[in-house]
């Protein structure tokens, strides 16, 4: 199981952008699938966007068209790049790493806050 920890957070405007980056302890070569959830206060966590092996990614509706995820695997590394933010990107962002057999890995996560 490798660890994952989130970087790239913070406070932002509406209308602003950031970059969110995952780090993992080992390859994410192996992996099912890694992605990024988020939670707001009094919500439940929702999947925001992931990649699976093989390259195909998704993303919740809200987000289509403003975020991108992707990877970097020699640096064993998940992005989501984060345009157009609205308030209610409002959350906390984990990244999750869904290995082919065994226990998937999550990061601490990182807040995320929209506001003028």
């Known amino acids: 199981q490798v660890q994952l920890v989130e970087s790239g957070g913070g406070l932002v405007q509406p209308g602003g952008s950031l970059r969110l980056s995952c780090a993992a302890s080992?390859?994410?070569?192996?992996?099912?699938?890694v992605g990024w959830h988020r939670q707001a206060p009094g919500k439940q966590r929702e999947l925001v966007a992931y990649i699976r092996r093989g390259g195909t990614t998704d993303y919740v509706d809200s987000v289509k068209g403003r975020f991108t995820i992707s990877e970097d695997l020699a640096k064993n590394t998940v992005y989501l790049q984060m345009t157009a933010l609205k308030p209610e990107d409002t959350a906390v962002y984990s990244c999750y790493a869904r290995p082919t057999i065994g226990l998937t890995s999550w990061g601490q996560g990182t807040q995320v806050t929209v506001s003028s």
């Open positions: 080992g390859s994410i070569f192996n992996t099912d699938a």
